[in-house]
């Protein structure tokens, strides 16, 4: 799967390597059922009209966690859809289009969208609660930690959840909207750098999958629990191969911030 397909296109440089906002699930699997809680989402600026496309996770009735820059101004809103193929729903006027349910945007306070790798983290606050069994739950403070000192001695697997294109390259893009997943396996994590302590690499490869542009956002799962590791949040490259980037959300400022809109 690859990460959710934005409207509009940002390139920045980091280490001296260019990182996109990434869009949707590649060489993934239909998910299904298998992860309800995870939704696909639509920014809105303050007239309502519609920004781009990100995925994310319920953890609450009411409260969705994405990535930053797709929460970022000039967005103030959201519509999301929780939908496993949500292709066939729309109607062929596309944008806009009603969704399941609508809520209102929050970017981390530390969020710059010159430099958006370092605080993105954002959260869409539903207008009314969204009912399921089970939701998407937080992770323990800095429990990737321990993927970094027993590597070789457990499961460094994820499974990334999200919407966005399918496939992509220099003559052709399969953008559509439906829930997908994939099981990358971690490459890089708190090492000076590139990533820092901030972000992991995963895998993005035929073997295990990975994410592209659309699934921004989309929650990269610890092994096959429901417990967010980290969001995802950039790509290496425009044909999103390779490796993809994963903004931790177990450090403790991103815990307090999500932690502040909970009852």
């Given at each position: 799967m690859?990460?959710?397909?934005?409207?509009?296109?940002?390139?920045?440089?980091?280490?001296?390597?260019?990182?996109?906002p990434?869009?949707?699930?590649?060489?993934g699997?239909?998910?299904?059922?298998?992860?309800?809680?995870?939704?696909?989402?639509v920014?809105?600026?303050?007239?309502?009209?519609?920004?781009w496309?990100?995925?994310?996770?319920?953890?609450?009735?009411?409260?969705?966690?994405t990535?930053?820059?797709?929460?970022?101004?000039?967005?103030a809103?959201?519509?999301?859809w929780?939908?496993?193929?949500?292709?066939?729903?729309?109607?062929?006027?596309?944008?806009?289009?009603?969704?399941?349910?609508?809520?209102?945007?929050h970017?981390?306070p530390?969020?710059?969208?010159?430099?958006?790798?370092?605080?993105?983290?954002?959260?869409?606050v539903?207008?009314?609660?969204?009912?399921?069994?089970?939701?998407?739950?937080?992770p323990?403070?800095?429990?990737?930690?321990?993927?970094?000192?027993?590597?070789?001695?457990q499961?460094?697997?994820?499974?990334?959840?999200?919407?966005?294109l399918?496939w992509?390259n220099?003559?052709?893009?399969e953008?559509e909207r439906?829930?997908?997943?994939a099981?990358?396996?971690?490459?890089?994590?708190?090492?000076?750098g590139?990533?820092?302590?901030?972000?992991?690499?995963?895998?993005?490869?035929?073997?295990?999958?990975?994410?592209?542009?659309?699934?921004?956002?989309?929650?990269?799962?610890?092994?096959?629990?429901?417990?967010?590791?980290?969001?995802?949040?950039?790509?290496i490259?425009?044909?999103?191969a390779?490796?993809g980037?994963?903004?931790?959300?177990?450090?403790?400022?991103?815990?307090?911030?999500?932690?502040s809109?909970?009852?």
């Open positions: 690859r990460k959710p397909l934005c409207l509009f296109s940002i390139l920045f440089a980091l280490s001296f390597m260019v990182v996109n990434a869009f949707a699930i590649k060489y699997e239909l998910d299904g059922d298998a992860h309800p809680y995870v939704g696909l989402m920014a809105l600026d303050g007239d309502g009209n519609p920004l496309r990100c995925s994310g996770a319920l953890i609450s009735p009411t409260v969705y966690v990535a930053g820059h797709c929460t970022q101004a000039p967005a809103a959201a519509t999301i929780f939908d496993a193929d949500v292709e066939s729903g729309i109607p062929g006027n596309g944008y806009p289009f009603a969704g399941d349910v609508v809520g209102t945007t970017t981390h530390l969020y710059d969208p010159e430099a958006f790798f370092l605080f993105d983290l954002g959260v869409v539903l207008d009314e609660p969204f009912d399921l069994s089970e939701y998407a739950t937080l323990e403070l800095d429990q990737l930690d321990a993927m970094k000192t027993r590597r070789g001695k499961d460094v697997t994820f499974t990334a959840v999200g919407y966005g399918q992509i220099p003559v052709f893009i953008s439906v829930r997908m997943s099981t990358p396996h971690l490459l890089q994590i708190n090492t000076p590139f990533t820092g302590d901030i972000s992991i690499l995963l895998s993005n490869n035929h073997s295990t999958g990975g994410t592209c542009f659309g699934d921004s956002g989309g929650p990269n799962f610890i092994g096959d629990s429901n417990v967010i590791g980290g969001v995802t949040s950039f790509g490259n425009g044909n999103c390779g490796t980037g994963v903004y931790r959300i177990d450090r403790a400022d991103d815990l307090n911030f999500i932690n809109f909970l009852p």
